[in-house]
């Protein structure tokens, strides 16, 4: 099975795989930036004299008290924005301590007496896709919408099927602010063009699933896409 390789503008991207070479670290803005990001959080929490990691019992408790009060774990972990997977390892012991990031995301649910609205993820991942296209990047336009900048990569890499009903309003008021207005990164614009993404004007109707976007002559298909096609 091939590796899953990190999104631009992960610090993982940047620091490359550690157990094996089978893909190159990526130097490019975002993840030069993610990296700084990250060292910053870890200095900090050092300094303050924090854990490196919350105690998986902790967050398991709580996962716990949400679905005995309504949630389903789908709607956990995508509202928190973590993967499956993850979630999976916290409830089954596999691993010892949570990334802090994740911990705050899961310990912000609060209980309630039914699982959130969920739609379509599409909608909400054509919306990040065609941000990045007009140059916002998608940690950027997550941070700024309202939600992680994992959750955001996630929906605009098609990892999730399904949203909330709120964050996906909350993407669309931050794309209807930016989707026709040129952002300030280049990088985004070439991860964009290299996924096949597309701007806002090429749609129709951007979130049903059968639209097909209209491109113009000159735009060249990246060979992944234009083969499967």
């Given at each position: 099975m091939p590796d899953r390789i990190p999104a631009h503008?992960?610090?993982s991207r940047y620091q490359g795989p550690r157990r094996h070479n089978r893909w190159a670290?990526?130097?490019c803005d975002l993840c030069r930036a993610a990296w700084r990001r990250d060292c910053k959080i870890r200095d900090l929490r050092r300094l303050r004299g924090a854990a490196a990691y919350v105690d998986r019992a902790v967050v398991v408790a709580h996962i716990n008290r949400l679905i005995a009060s309504g949630w389903s774990q789908t709607a956990i972990y995508t509202t928190a924005g973590v993967a499956r997977r993850t979630l999976w390892s916290w409830l089954n012991g596999t691993v010892e301590g949570v990334q802090h990031s994740?911990?705050?995301?899961v310990l912000a649910l609060r209980p309630v007496s039914r699982t959130p609205d969920l739609v379509p993820a599409i909608g909400t991942a054509r919306r990040l896709q065609a941000l990045a296209a007009m140059g916002w990047p998608v940690?950027?336009?997550g941070i700024e919408a309202?939600?992680?900048?994992t959750?955001?990569?996630?929906?605009?890499?098609?990892?999730?099927?399904?949203?909330?009903?709120?964050v996906a309003q909350k993407v669309d008021v931050y794309y209807r602010?930016?989707?026709?207005?040129?952002?300030?990164?280049?990088c985004a614009k070439t991860v964009a063009l290299r996924n096949g993404w597309v701007t806002a004007v090429?749609?129709?109707?951007?979130?049903?699933p059968n639209d097909i976007p209209h491109i113009s002559p000159s735009y060249r298909r990246p060979k992944h896409l234009a083969s499967a096609a």
């Open positions: 503008g992960a610090a670290p990526c130097r994740a911990a705050a995301r940690t950027r336009s309202g939600i992680s900048d959750h955001a990569r996630n929906l605009a890499r098609g990892r999730r099927q399904q949203v909330t009903k709120e602010q930016r989707c026709m207005r040129p952002g300030p990164s280049a090429a749609w129709d109707d951007i979130d049903d």
